[in-house]
């Protein structure tokens, strides 16, 4: 499947997710899309019939509560059948409604935000010490930086050099209870990451073959120095609600699920 | 017991590969041989407790065997979230490591006193709590952890204890006790009276006999000061031994439990749950009064060394 047609079946099966279980984070959901679509389609190292292969890329979804999305790509690629996503959170299933590592091809768990940063750079450490070629992505939301455990984590990974940790911000501009500039301004993002010894990338994040560039960006600096070694952090500016016209950048959607007719408005209008 | 931990730590270290050590910059005098040692496998993470425990249970997601190190309240209380979703969900081996249990720093104040750490850790799911009575104990707890898959927090006095397990002209002794040691275990420090193994437990009212159960470094003050009991060293918090324990309810009349920590969930709260849990279930025909001393729910404000605050405290015997 290529990347947008996996983008458009991510958030056609979200969609129908979110709104079968009355579940909430929609929005970043449909932000998320494409990031996820690109990492499957054209990016990621992994097979699905053998999720635990030692030399996967290993992803980590720390806004664990837009795992619709992640649970869509992971139907996608075969590593469980489309029919188990009519399951999300409902009872007994382990489908929950913030990021299961009990559901194959999922790496960690999460939902209580500023915990994947830290995850991925001790994976990302283990894998440098023991000269392991398989690269850690970590997707973190913008509203997510607000926790200081994510700048923690990033002062450590610059300091031992985490070249093979891809950090990727979600930068849909939105937390729970408004704009981020608004709550606690993130600007100057890139500049921050940057003094934090990062490698900063800004791409926009619905645009495929930027993402597809941008998120092989270090792969292509081989023998460098170690000196200049750094994790990559990509902002990916993206549109909360993206594909849904009337769900785009309002904040009722990082709450509400659409009833079955707006659920049907939102397919009929559903731009890739 | 830090010098007891650190040393030990190194020869597991030795057999073991995948133990790595992780500090939060602290651990100054102490964990340098270890890095020395072994430095691929040492990292100062910083200031940072919540990273390092999220570190931690990365590292030991890729199947390493992770220790994190600092003072009291740090490695514990202060990432508690992360040792919950990050570790203890994950089953992940983390070792927490936390020297300065109770008031061994305290003229340190209340941000050191570490005195609610065990009512938190043992919360969690399949942690096994250790709470060593001496340096060797605390050596037997770590070679026990090298080996153990899962968490663990091992609480850690300072330095200087008094060596309990050495004092019986036994040389040895210590090193025999770390390859018996079992999570659960209740070890006999100065009993007299012979536990009923092959007695049945009975509901008869029996004689006055008392039992202490000392947790942590405090062992050392009773052994020192109580002559008219058995004296044990509860080494786990959790798990609890339950056949034990009925075994000592089958022997004793009254068990005192004392612990430098607060009274509400912590080594005597965890001892009465085990009892009025076997005794509701039917195990246990008769409760023995439990007896316990602990810091009597209130922060203490005072500066002092570890023993005028046990007084103040009231956690002696």
Redesign the interface.
């Known amino acids: 499947m290529d990347s947008k047609t996996l983008a458009r079946y991510i958030r056609e099966q979200s969609l129908r997710m979110v709104s079968r279980a009355n579940a909430s984070h929609i929005g970043g959901a449909l932000s998320v899309a494409d990031v996820l679509a690109v990492l499957y389609a054209d990016v990621l190292r992994y097979r699905a019939d053998d999720p635990s292969w030692a030399g996967r890329d290993r992803l980590l979804l720390s806004k664990g509560h837009c795992c619709v999305a992640l649970y869509a790509a992971l139907a996608a690629t075969g590593f469980f059948p489309e029919e188990r996503l009519t399951e999300y959170g409902t009872d007994g299933t382990d489908l929950l409604c913030h990021v299961s590592?009990m559901v194959p091809g999922v790496?960690?768990?999460?939902?209580?935000l500023?915990?994947g940063?830290?995850?991925?750079?001790?994976?990302?450490?283990?894998?440098q010490?023991r000269g392991e070629a398989h690269r850690v992505f970590v997707i973190v939301g913008d509203g997510e930086l607000d926790e200081?455990?994510n700048w923690?984590?990033l002062?450590?990974a610059a300091?031992?050099r985490l070249d093979n940790l891809r950090v990727i911000v979600d930068r849909n501009g939105q937390q729970a209870m408004g704009d981020t500039e608004q709550v606690l301004p993130l600007e100057p993002l890139g500049d921050k990451l940057r003094a934090f010894g990062a490698r900063v990338l800004d791409v926009d994040g619905h645009d495929h073959d930027a993402l597809r560039a941008a998120l092989s960006d270090n792969d292509k600096r081989p023998g460098q120095d170690r000196a200049t070694q750094a994790p990559t952090v990509i902002i990916a500016h993206t549109v909360k609600g993206r594909g849904v016209p009337f769900m785009e950048n309002k904040l009722k959607w990082h709450y509400s699920a659409p009833d079955a007719e707006l659920l049907d408005k939102a397919l009929e209008g559903l731009q890739a | 017991m830090r010098t007891a931990f650190i040393n030990q730590l190194i020869k597991e270290a030795e057999r073991h590969p995948e133990i790595v050590l992780l500090t939060g910059d602290l651990g100054y005098s102490v964990v340098e041989p270890f890095r020395d040692r072994f430095p691929?496998r040492f990292?100062n993470?910083?200031i940072?407790e919540?990273?390092?425990?999220?570190?931690?249970?990365?590292?030991?997601?890729?199947?390493?065997n992770v220790y994190i190190y600092s003072i009291g309240n740090f490695p514990t209380l202060r990432c508690m979230?992360?040792l919950r979703?990050?570790v203890a969900?994950?089953r992940l081996s983390v070792k927490v490591v936390a020297v300065g249990a109770g008031y061994a720093y305290g003229a340190m104040g209340a941000s050191h006193h570490a005195t609610e750490d065990v009512a938190m850790m043992r919360a969690l799911p399949d942690c096994v709590v250790a709470v060593p009575g001496d340096p060797v104990e605390a050596a037997a707890v770590t070679a026990l952890s090298a080996s153990h898959h899962g968490m663990m927090y091992i609480r850690l006095g300072k330095a200087h204890e008094t060596v309990v397990h050495g004092a019986s002209n036994r040389p040895g002794q210590g090193q025999a006790l770390q390859g018996q040691l079992a999570p659960g275990d209740i070890l006999p420090v100065k009993v007299a009276t012979p536990v009923g193994h092959s007695a049945p437990p009975s509901a008869a009212p029996m004689g006055y006999r008392r039992a202490v159960l000392a947790c942590g470094s405090i062992l050392a003050d009773v052994v020192a000061t109580v002559t008219d009991a058995d004296i044990y060293s509860l080494v786990f918090v959790k798990p609890i031994d339950c056949e034990a324990l009925v075994r000592l309810a089958a022997t004793y009349s009254d068990i005192t439990v004392i612990e430098e920590h607060q009274l509400s969930a912590g080594a005597g709260s965890a001892v009465v749950e085990a009892l009025s849990d076997l005794y509701a279930a039917g195990t246990l025909p008769r409760m023995p009064r439990v007896h316990r001393v602990a810091i009597p729910d209130t922060f203490c404000h005072t500066a002092g060394s570890q023993q005028y605050l046990r007084h103040l405290m009231g956690l002696t015997l």
């Open positions: 590592h790496e960690f768990s999460f939902g209580s500023g915990h940063l830290p995850v991925a750079a001790g994976i990302a450490l283990a894998a010490v200081g455990s923690e984590a002062m450590f300091a031992h | 691929d990292y993470v910083g940072a919540q990273a390092m425990a999220g570190i931690a249970a990365g590292l030991a997601r890729e199947g390493l979230e992360q979703l990050d969900y994950h």
